[in-house]
């Protein structure tokens, strides 16, 4: 097997289990390639732990073992495997809920590779090409250990063409509808990056329903294929959801439907986020509750958008168009915009407006999406619930 030898001064952070290795941390390596399993050694070539490399997060690669004499093959996957189904096995026996994640990257012991079910259907998510070498041992155990109808896969690195599609089981027609809490979206594991929801925001899609719909008016916008709104709708008073994307109003119009609301009762808009805050504005339009769940980064014709910089604008267009006693749910999936600066960037520019608040939660994953306890970036989500009075 391939070697890596620390720096100096290094080993203590990877005996401390930080799964995810720098490359700066490292003073001299064998040529190293995407898939290879290599050693990381002290110093004194004493051996600290077996890695895989495969580049994202500007990490080389992930950790994997702990034990010299552990193989990385089938019988490896299959014991972690089955580790997480046991853990995960409350959600098969939950009602009203049938799609969560089987297996979360690092937090189950492999970086870069999740499996996600929804309602039988498996979806496996590759994070670089380095993991995708494993492919045949992880299929095998996935084979092995999970119940399924059929299995997916999508490449989230960058160099393919292929970027995903079926791959065991029953091909299906998509969309397939999931049950989460209750409420019916519908899933499609072979149409790009995304699903057609975030299973990473159950409890948060929850919270909102059952605590801030009730006989309010609610704005969601970055809306998707709607889900916040459809959640709220059977509570709310009336629910809008803004997007910029055209096919939202359509997915959206879909959930709505699967959920017995008829989708004419409720308000999409195709449009920008900043755009439609002046135009409710000038319509006098108010809102009691407004979820804001953007994309990291998004670029339109006009501009570019970043969470970090840019949250307080966003903050600012929704406080125009809140009801005097309203609420706000600040959400963000940027693992580089910590909570701390979150909270801070929330704080600074609700003193700014003047305005009076409280934090009424802040929330983070699921108990399914398994974090790692020494690498911070896995607690992700961010979604905090703030009371306004203005
Ligand atoms: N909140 C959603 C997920 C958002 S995904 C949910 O709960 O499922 C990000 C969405 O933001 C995409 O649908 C994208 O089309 C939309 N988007 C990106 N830039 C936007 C903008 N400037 N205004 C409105 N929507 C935008």
Redesign the pocket.
């Known amino acids: 097997m391939k070697i890596a030898t620390l720096n100096r001064g290094k080993e203590s952070k990877y005996h401390n289990q930080y799964p995810l290795i720098d490359e700066e941390d490292i003073y001299a390596q064998d040529h190293l390639k995407e898939g290879d399993l290599f050693k990381l050694v002290d110093g004194k070539e004493q051996y600290v732990a077996t890695a895989y490399v495969g580049r994202q997060h500007k990490g080389l690669g992930w950790v994997l073992s702990y034990d010299p004499s552990e193989d990385i093959n089938t019988a490896f996957f299959k014991r972690l495997f089955e580790k997480a189904l046991e853990e995960r096995e409350y959600y098969y026996h939950i009602d009203g809920t049938n799609a969560f994640r089987l297996f979360n990257a690092e937090g189950d012991g492999v970086g870069g590779l999740t499996i996600d079910n929804y309602d039988g259907h498996l979806l496996i998510q590759w994070y670089s090409k380095g993991i995708y070498k494993f492919r045949y041992h992880i299929l095998e155990a996935i084979k092995t250990v999970f119940k399924y109808q059929s299995i997916y896969e999508k490449m989230r690195f960058k160099d393919t063409e292929y970027t995903g599609g079926f791959v065991e089981g029953e091909q299906q027609a998509f969309p397939i509808v999931i049950e989460e809490n209750f409420t019916f979206y519908n899933v499609d594991l072979d149409d790009g990056l995304?699903t057609g929801?975030?299973l990473d925001?159950k409890e948060v899609?929850k919270k909102l329903r059952d605590q801030f719909s009730e006989g309010r008016h609610l704005l969601?916008?970055?809306?998707?294929?709607?889900?916040?709104s459809v959640v709220s709708a059977n509570k709310a008073k009336s629910t809008t959801s803004?997007?910029?994307?055209n096919?939202?109003r359509g997915l959206t119009e879909e959930n709505f439907g699967l959920n017995a609301i008829d989708p004419k009762s409720q308000y999409i808009y195709v449009?920008?986020?900043?755009?439609?805050y002046n135009y409710a504005k000038r319509h006098g339009h108010q809102y009691d509750t407004i979820?804001i769940?953007?994309?990291s980064f998004?670029?339109?014709k006009k501009k570019t958008?970043s969470v970090q910089k840019d949250y307080d604008k966003l903050i600012n267009g929704a406080l125009e168009v809140l009801s005097p006693k309203g609420t706000l749910l600040l959400?963000t999936n940027s693992s580089v915009f910590s909570l701390k600066a979150f909270k801070n960037v929330i704080k600074t520019t609700l003193d700014e407006a003047e305005v009076d608040y409280e934090i009424n939660e802040v929330m983070g994953l699921p108990k399914d999406f398994k974090t790692h306890p020494h690498y911070k970036p896995s607690k992700y989500l961010k979604a905090i619930f703030v009371n306004i009075e203005h």
């Open positions: 995304m929801i975030f925001q899609r969601n916008v970055f809306s998707y294929t709607g889900a916040f803004v997007d910029l994307a096919r939202s449009m920008d986020t900043f755009d439609y979820v769940d953007p994309p998004a670029r339109n958008f959400c």
